[in-house]
């Protein structure tokens, strides 16, 4: 299978099951990213539906744009998906049959130093997913109080020692670089605990500033907020997490909607990937997958 570039996409046949993809559908992928799992729900829409790709990412979008706009079925928006409506809107379409999200951010993105994303890269510290916004990583470790800083590590980052490393960074400012902010934590956190974690202290700090800049949770409850009325009967939401808080807002806001009788759950626990998957792909590790599927609207 053609995977741009390495980022491989995460539980791709889950994925294709659950929104069962068919000839002239319409479609969205709100974090078309490498363009894996939209590669292949293209093919299943041939020849007659319509893959709408979404990216924050000019840069993944243009490259993406490269490889599959020859297919006269894909759209490409560069937007954040919460707007996903204006890009309905935009490609004259009232309903999707389907909607994808696979949240957070690719191996084509970690792998370049200068996006910020990496601890172990060095490079700005920037983090911006849209870079033509202006929060920057740079201002939220240099500017914001020690005390939103420490939010933001136990909230987005379930950091431990969130209060210690938040009052370090303080005392480094300015810190600048990727590496630098990796040292800063490292030396924050205690030794013996440091030695029997399984990852680098700095991951998850990372992880919580690249919430915080991009606004990871507010896009997904605006999300949540529209996406079924502009879902058709029958079609599906299908949305891929990594990180707990995240799995946390799906959760309930599908539970919510079930219980409103606007959708129902055909997988009442996430899909997980499979131990091979994981073996083969290691960030596929904390992938869950959660689904729900619209139901028709009392006299539709
Ligand atoms: C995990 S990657 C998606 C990978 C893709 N499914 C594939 O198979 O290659 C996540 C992508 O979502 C994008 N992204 C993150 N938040 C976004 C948002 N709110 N709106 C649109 N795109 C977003 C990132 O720029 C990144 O390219």
């Known amino acids: 299978m053609d995977h ?10 889950e994925v294709i099951e659950h929104l069962s993809p068919h000839p002239g559908q319409v479609v969205l992928d709100g974090t078309a990213g490498g363009g894996g799992h939209a590669a292949e729900i293209l093919r299943r829409l041939e020849p007659d539906g319509c893959l709408l790709l979404l990216d924050r990412d000019r840069e993944a979008l243009e ?13 490409f928006f560069h937007a954040n998906y919460c707007d996903f409506d204006q890009a309905l809107d935009q ?7 389907g ?11 970690l792998a370049e130093a200068d996006r910020g994303f990496s ?25 914001w109080p ?4 420490a939010q933001v590590f136990r909230e987005y980052g379930d950091q431990p020692f969130a209060g210690r490393i938040a009052r370090a960074i303080v005392e480094a400012r300015p810190v600048r670089r990727t590496d630098a902010l990796a040292e800063v934590v490292a030396s924050a956190v205690p ?15 990372f992880q919580a500033v690249r919430i915080a800049v991009n606004d990871e949770f507010g896009s997904l409850e605006t999300f949540l907020d529209k996406i079924f009325g502009s879902v058709s009967p029958g079609g599906r939401v299908a ?13 309930h806001r599908f539970r919510a909607a079930a219980r409103a009788g606007v959708v129902r759950l055909p997988v009442v626990k996430p899909v997980r990937p499979t131990p091979v998957e994981v073996q083969a792909n290691p960030r596929a590790r904390s992938a869950r997958l959660r689904v729900a599927e619209r139901l028709p609207t009392a006299g539709s």
Do not use: C
């Open 191 to 205: 030794g013996r605990w440091r030695r029997q974690q399984t990852i680098h202290p700095a991951t998850r700090v």
């Open 4 to 13: 741009d570039a390495g980022h491989v996409p995460v539980m791709l046949d």
């Open 239 to 251: 949305i891929l997490s990594f990180h707990s808080g995240e799995d946390r807002i799906v959760k």
């Open 91 to 97: 490609a004259g379409y009232r309903y999707v049959d």
């Open 99 to 109: 909607a994808l999200l696979d949240l957070g951010v690719s191996s084509l993105q």
């Open 119 to 143: 601890f172990d890269r060095p490079g700005p510290l920037d983090m911006r997913f849209d870079r033509s916004e202006d929060l920057t990583a740079e201002e939220v470790v240099n500017t």
């Open 63 to 75: 490259r993406l744009k490269a490889r599959l706009g020859r297919r006269g079925n894909a759209r």
């Open 146 to 149: 020690a005390e939103r800083l």
